[in-house]
Structure formats: structure tokens, C-alpha cells
Nanobody, 113 residues
Framework: QMQLVESGGGLVQFGGSLRLSCAAYATIFSNNAMGWYRQAPGKQRELVATISTGGTTAYADFVKGRFTISRDNAKSTAYLAMNSLKPEDTAVYYC???????WGQGTQVTVSS
């Protein structure tokens, strides 16, 4: 059964950086279009970024120029590099296989002001 496992979250100061990882298991990773989503307390889950099987990327306006989504098919891993973090980026971040509709368990990112 396919599984996604996120890591790399934590506490960071305003303006800092983090890189999230999403390791995929029991799937041919290169066949998966991937996305990163986030959910802040009391808010709906929202799309942050996507990457196609061919490497085409797309971003929500609120992260453009600050976040970068990437993938390493040899490592069956997707990444989300986050720079210039703001307190409003505080949320649980989830990776998602757009192809097979599988979600990871999430990783907490907290940005202090």
C-alpha cells in the first residue's frame, strides 16, 4: 500500500528557512504528480505547490518567489524548500500524490515573529 512520509518541519524564526521532504513508499514515484498543501489552525487546507511527473511546477501566489518544490525520482522523494518564512506560514504541511490521491501524515512548521 502506497505511503507518504513527511519530515523536516520545526520551529524557525521570521525570515528563516526550512526544507521539507516527502518520502514515497510502495509506488513507482516517477509516475506520481505531487503536491504540497498546508492547513493552519481554524482554516481550510490549501494548495501550496505542485510538480508534475515531468517536473513542471506551479505555486500559490502567497509563496511565489519564496518556496520551491522539487523532486528526486531516484530517491522517491519530493521536497519543499521554504525561504523568507513568515508567521502566517505557520501550519501543518502535507504532501499529496495527485495521481493516486494519497496523503502523508503532515509535518508541523511554526514561524515565530
Amino acid at each position: 500500500q502506497m505511503q507518504l512520509v513527511e519530515s523536516g518541519g520545526g520551529l524557525v524564526q521570521f525570515g528563516g528557512s526550512l526544507r521539507l521532504s516527502c518520502a514515497a513508499y510502495a509506488t513507482i514515484f516517477s509516475n506520481n504528480a505531487m503536491g504540497w498543501y498546508r492547513q493552519a489552525p481554524g482554516k481550510q487546507r490549501e494548495l501550496v505547490a505542485t510538480i508534475s511527473t515531468g517536473g513542471t511546477t506551479a505555486y500559490a501566489d502567497f509563496v511565489k518567489g519564496r518556496f520551491t518544490i522539487s523532486r528526486d525520482n531516484a530517491k522517491s522523494t519530493a521536497y519543499l524548500a521554504m525561504n523568507s518564512l513568515k508567521p502566517e506560514d505557520t501550519a501543518v504541511y502535507y504532501c499529496h500524490s495527485l495521481t493516486f490521491d494519497v496523503w502523508g501524515q503532515g509535518t508541523q512548521v511554526t514561524v515565530s515573529s
